[in-house]
C-alpha cells in the first residue's frame, strides 16, 4: 500500500510569506503528527490531528497551524515566514492517536528554504 | 528545555566494531522508549524499543538498555556495517499529557569500511 505522501518535496520562500505544506496518510490511518526537523534542536513535535481535531500541540507559535480533512490528509500552514523556520517538516501517521514504535509511519518530508 | 538528550553529535566506528549510541532523559513520566534510524531524504523508520518495565531488549544486531534510576538508554549495534550509517534518533514517550513523542537532536553514525 501506499506509504505517507508530502508536497511539495522541496520549496524556497521569502522572509514574510506563508507556506502550506500537504500531507496523505496511509489509507485507513486517521491520525496525522507534524515534526519539524532541524539540525540544532533535532525532531520537534508540532501538533497531531485525529477525526479532524487537534488532539495534541508542541510549543510553536500561532505562525504555526495545521488542519485535517474528513479523507485524512492534513495540511499545516506557517505564516509570516522567518529564516529560522528553514527545516524539514515530517509528517507521520498511524491507526491511533499517540501512535509509537512500529506503529507510526513517517513521509520523506518537505524541505523548507526561507530567504 | 529538551527532555530528551544525545549529547553526542556524531560517532564514527570500524567495520565490525561496536556502536554505542547514548540516550539520556529528564522526564520521570516517560514509560516507553524507542530508536528510530533516518537515511538523508528519508523519513525516520522504528528500529527498536523498549519499555519501562524492562532494562534490555534484542532485536538481531541491535540492543537496547535502559537504566531507569540514571534515566539514561543506550543503543548497541554489533557488529556495525557500513549501511548502519546514519542518523539516530532516540525518542521517549508516556501517557495522556506525554503521549506524544519526544525525540533527542540525533547523532550521526559513521561506519568505516
Known amino acids: 500500500k501506499a506509504g505517507v505522501t508530502q508536497t511539495p518535496r522541496y520549496l524556497i520562500k521569502t522572509r514574510g510569506q506563508q507556506v502550506t505544506l500537504s500531507c496523505s496518510p496511509i489509507?485507513?490511518?486517521?491520525?496525522v503528527s507534524w515534526y519539524q526537523q532541524t539540525p540544532g534542536q533535532g525532531l520537534q513535535f508540532l501538533f497531531e490531528?485525529?477525526?479532524?481535531?487537534?488532539?495534541n500541540k508542541g510549543n510553536f507559535p500561532g505562525r504555526f497551524s495545521g488542519r485535517q480533512f474528513s479523507n485524512s490528509r492534513s495540511e499545516m500552514n506557517v505564516s509570516t515566514l522567518e529564516l529560522g523556520d528553514s527545516a524539514l517538516y515530517l509528517c507521520?501517521?498511524?491507526?491511533?492517536?499517540?501512535?509509537?514504535?512500529?506503529?507510526?509511519?513517517f513521509g520523506e518530508g518537505s524541505w523548507l528554504t526561507v530567504v | 528545555d529538551q527532555q530528551v538528550k544525545q549529547n553526542s553529535p556524531s560517532l564514527s566506528v570500524q567495520e565490525g566494531r561496536i556502536s554505542i549510541l547514548n540516550c539520556d532523559y529528564t522526564?520521570?513520566?516517560?514509560?516507553?522508549f524507542l530508536w528510530y534510524k533516518k537515511y538523508p531524504a528519508e523519513g525516520p523508520t522504528f528500529l527498536i524499543s523498549?519499555?519501562?518495565?524492562?532494562d534490555k531488549n534484542e532485536d538481531g544486531r541491535f540492543t537496547v538498555f535502559l537504566n531507569k534510576s540514571a534515566k539514561h538508554l543506550s543503543l548497541h549495534i554489533v557488529p556495525s556495517q557500513p549501511g548502519d550509517s546514519a542518523v539516530y534518533f532516540c525518542?521517549?514517550?508516556?501517557?495522556?499529557?506525554?503521549?506524544?513523542?519526544?525525540f533527542g537532536k540525533g547523532i550521526t553514525l559513521s561506519v568505516r569500511p
Open positions: 490531528y485525529f477525526s479532524e481535531t487537534q488532539r
Open positions: 523498549i519499555s519501562s518495565i524492562k
Open positions: 489509507s485507513g490511518h486517521r491520525s
Open positions: 507521520a501517521s498511524s491507526l491511533v492517536v499517540g501512535a509509537s514504535g512500529n506503529t507510526i509511519y
Open positions: 525518542a521517549a514517550s508516556g501517557t495522556g499529557a506525554n503521549s506524544k513523542l519526544t
Open positions: 522526564n520521570s513520566m516517560f514509560d516507553y
